[in-house]
């Protein structure tokens, strides 16, 4: 006759399956002996006095005292939330332990060379699910950012990457990004005490808190404030916000041919609106138009 037996549901916090199997005939079996149990269960005595031990230990059962000895289990709601607050000490100790290891395994300026396409992307998806305030990211990267809710994102994005109409708005779209002629490199850096670098065809060299991450965090930032932001903000100003996105188009440089294709629109349609915004702004050159929309906040 087939015996039916019921899915663990204590595995995740370190009971095996036996030790589950014979908890569970305790709590059909209050006050039972290990005879008793070994035939509820068709176990031989030494099996059932082993997970008697491990039941004992785990807190899932208690012994009364005198001759036979008789078990108890315990409340399984107490005992599952006991259980639960070790593994949480567990984790948390486990957690204090890898950051020692890493002292020990990152001297100053030591790095780590990942090699691989799905090396690579696994430690960018392990760093940034690791994030908890912020992520930096300098240019579009062959894995792209997995956003975390909660992380602040600011990314620069290279001209060249956003050839586009299409780039221009998945961009957009993204967060808080800026756009840049020439990003020197790529890069992410993770709540500034991780940055991984690509240097080769699937070569990543990943920095841990350093001279040379502290310099990678300056370079960002100078950058950040080069760039020209491609979110325009929220104004009642003279300029609507498609103005303020050509206006920061404008100021990063590009013609109005260029400007045309990222927006999907008629160059003859960026000429118009340009004379639109340098008369709105009383300016009579696009750089006249670019120093006062700053001066207004309209460009942050």
Not at 89 to 98: K, M, N
Request: aromatic share 4%; hydrophobic share 45%.
């Amino acid at each position: 006759m087939h015996n039916y037996r019921p899915a663990p549901l204590l595995e995740a916090l370190g009971v095996c399956s036996e030790d589950e199997q014979l908890y569970r005939a305790l709590l059909a079996r209050p006050e039972s002996t290990a005879t008793s149990l070994a035939l509820s269960v068709d176990w031989p005595a030494n099996r059932v006095g082993r997970h008697l031990r491990s039941l004992l230990s785990l807190g899932l059962a208690s012994r009364t005292p005198g001759r036979p000895a008789r078990y108890l289990p315990a409340v399984p709601e107490a005992a599952v939330e006991l259980l639960a607050l070790r593994k949480q000490a567990a984790i948390v100790e486990a957690r204090l332990g890898a950051a020692a290891l890493t002292a020990e395994f990152r001297q100053p300026d030591a790095f780590t060379v990942i090699r691989g396409a799905e090396a690579i992307a696994q430690r960018f998806y392990q760093a940034q699910q690791c994030a908890q305030d912020e992520v930096l990211v300098l240019d579009r990267l062959l894995v792209e950012p997995r956003r975390t809710p909660g992380v602040t994102y600011r990314t620069i994005y290279d001209m060249a990457s956003l050839s586009e109409p299409g780039d221009l708005v998945a961009a957009r779209s993204s967060g808080c990004c800026r756009m840049l002629r020439d990003v020197p490199l790529k890069l992410v850096i993770v709540d500034r005490r991780t940055a991984l670098l690509p240097t080769g065809v699937d070569v990543v060299v990943e920095l841990g808190p350093s001279s040379l991450l502290e310099a990678l965090l300056r370079l960002f930032e100078l950058l950040w404030q080069q760039a020209s932001p491609l979110t325009p903000s929220v104004s009642e100003g003279p300029l609507s916000a498609e103005d303020q996105q050509l206006l920061c188009l404008a100021a990063a440089g590009l013609t109005d041919q260029a400007i045309a294709r990222r927006l999907g629109v008629a160059q003859r349609t960026v000429e118009r609106r340009m004379q639109r915004i340098l008369k709105a702004l009383d300016a009579t050159t696009r750089f006249q138009a670019g120093l006062r929309a700053g001066q207004q906040g309209l460009l942050v």
